[in-house]
């Protein structure tokens, strides 16, 4: 049996290589990988056999990463994220992969699950037997005693000093987790453990990071202070989620270390949690009293010293809690633009480029380019002009490993 193979032509092409766009693209797909793509007069010979899809003229770009993932999270209140039953979550989870795929996520980096759920479905998915974005899976983030996550549930995994901590990372591996995620400062909500008061001293952390990686696992950390990001980039973590409050000792440690670390502002948390609050029971006085207008400021502060620095941006904004609902992950991208000051071809980098490399680092995703995974998006409409198209789903066909996903039915769009 022949290998399928389909060429997409008459698109708008953005293959994430550079912030370019070509006119009058082309992207051949061979099995699971691209061939080629770029400019359709330079297509090269094409078998007869090739099924030709003329796109009439729409956007094609590489699928993106949401590399702050939570799909064990079932969109409950933040203040009750690890409450949810492990078999309504474990349901509600099967459910979240598929929306994000569908959303335009082919890959995701778990930043933290609850209870195993993680690992069931990267398994699931990676079989076939359910429908989701290729996963790096996380087990419960790991906290110390008094640290933000030291809450009960299905969430957290406590445990105290350097060696208590191996064993931790131990457990996890032999759970088979790819990403160890650790909560190194807090959240402003938490009078116990706020940004800027370390939960783990370096020694804990460094452990955390020496085990993982001995054991061929990545590191995730909540990191928002400066003095949190510096302990985690000096133990060597790979993904740095938030780092609202970055001083410039913060920022040049990060950029020394640009080749080998992604950082996720996940600013999605305090813009809704300002916007929404009082659907939390908390008044708007309240909200700011506790700091969130300063920390967005920070965050823009912080971003744009990181940009210029070169450090590597990726989108990702704890999505799966009421006020930041699975299925609105592109918000991200209208953030980067809004707040950040991308422009939205920038964005786009980060969401593809910058999200497949923090994904596989031998770089085989998040591009359009010869030896590429097939993953790709085909947009009715241009989110180098307006990222926001990217947010409505019925502008979207999603092709995963040159499949492309199959309509939703009424009942389930």
């Known amino acids: 049996m022949s290998t399928p193979s389909?060429?997409?032509t008459n698109a708008r092409l953005f293959t994430a290589v550079d912030q370019s766009v070509l006119d009058s693209g082309a992207v051949w797909v061979v099995g699971d990988t691209v061939r080629y793509a770029g400019s359709r007069q330079d297509l090269p010979t094409i078998p007869r056999d090739v099924s030709v899809i003329d796109v009439g003229g729409r956007f094609i770009m590489p699928g993106m990463t949401e590399t702050h993932a939570h799909l064990s999270f079932a969109d409950a209140s933040p203040f009750a994220i690890g409450e949810t039953p492990v078999e309504q979550a474990t349901i509600t989870a099967v459910c979240n992969a598929s929306l994000m795929l569908r959303s335009g996520f082919t890959s995701a980096i778990s930043f933290g699950?609850?209870?195993k759920i993680d690992v069931a479905l990267r398994d699931a998915i990676a079989a076939g037997h359910i429908e989701g974005p290729r996963l790096?899976?996380?087990g419960r983030d790991i906290g110390a005693t008094a640290s933000n996550v030291d809450s009960g549930g299905g969430l957290s995994q406590i445990a105290?000093?350097?060696w208590q901590l191996r064993k931790a990372v131990r457990e996890q591996r032999k759970a088979r987790v790819d990403v160890v995620k650790v909560f190194i400062d807090g959240e402003a909500i938490n009078a116990v453990n706020p940004p800027g008061e370390l939960s783990f001293c370096d020694e804990e952390v460094a452990a955390i990071v020496d085990e993982a990686h001995r054991r061929n696992m990545r590191v995730a950390c909540h990191a928002r202070s400066a003095a949190a990001v510096k302990q985690a980039v000096r133990a060597g973590v790979?993904?740095?989620g938030h780092a609202n409050y970055l001083d410039d000792e913060a920022i040049e440690l990060l950029a020394a270390n640009r080749e080998r670390l992604f950082v996720g502002p996940a600013i999605a948390w305090e813009v809704q949690y300002l916007a929404q609050c009082e659907s939390l029971g908390v008044s708007k006085a309240v909200a700011r009293s506790q700091g969130y207008e300063a920390e967005i400021e920070a965050t823009i502060v912080s971003v744009a010293k990181l940009r210029n620095?070169?450090?590597r941006l990726v989108v990702g904004g704890d999505y799966g809690i009421s006020i930041a609902p699975?299925?609105?992950y592109a918000k991200d991208l209208e953030y980067f633009v809004d707040l950040f000051g991308m422009s939205p071809a920038?964005?786009?980098l980060c969401a593809t480029r910058n999200g497949g490399l923090a994904m596989d680092p031998r770089g085989r995703q998040g591009t359009l380019a010869p030896g590429s995974v097939a993953d790709l998006i085909i947009v009715a409409g241009d989110p180098t002009k307006d990222v926001r198209v990217l947010q409505d789903r019925t502008k979207l066909s999603v092709v995963k490993g040159g499949v492309e996903l199959a309509s939703p039915s009424p009942a389930t769009a």
């Open 6 to 8: 389909q060429l997409y």
């Open 326 to 328: 699975h299925g609105t």
């Open 136 to 138: 790096l899976a996380a």
């Open 113 to 115: 699950s609850t209870y």
């Open 309 to 311: 620095a070169g450090v």
């Open 238 to 240: 790979d993904y740095v």
């Open 346 to 348: 920038e964005a786009l």
């Open 160 to 162: 105290d000093g350097p």
